[in-house]
């Protein structure tokens, strides 16, 4: 049974910054595509930031230069750096995991940027 856990989020101020964690619980050295998704308020949900196990990222434009996905393969992790917050990022941020044939979510995570 594949898991994802999520940490971090919560409530910051515009221009502040959080860090999104998700470990998951198995090896991902070897899992193509790990990443973070977002779905605000009425509005489908949209890729953040997808990284493969090359390092190659896609970044969704509104977040390039502001966000940076990492991966750490001895600790399952992946991670979301999150700068220069905008109320426009409000959502709930998800982890994602793509095998090449499945696709698993993490429990999600809101992340709320107001003043």
């Known amino acids: 049974q594949v898991q994802l856990v999520q940490s971090g989020g919560g409530l910051v101020q515009p221009g502040g910054s959080l860090r999104l964690s998700c470990a998951a619980s198995?090896?991902?050295?070897?899992?193509?595509?790990m990443g973070w998704y977002r779905q605000a308020p009425g509005k489908q949900r949209e890729s953040v930031a997808v990284?493969?196990?090359?390092?190659?990222?896609n970044y969704l434009d509104s977040v390039k230069g502001r966000f940076t996905i990492s991966r750490d393969n001895a600790k399952n992790t992946v991670y979301l750096q999150m700068n220069s917050l905008k109320p426009e990022d409000t959502a709930v941020y998800y982890c994602y995991r793509n095998d090449g044939k499945y696709s698993y979510w993490g429990q999600g995570t809101q992340v709320t940027v107001s003043s």
């Open positions: 198995g090896s991902i050295s070897n899992i193509p595509f």
């Open positions: 990284m493969g196990n090359g390092g190659n990222v």
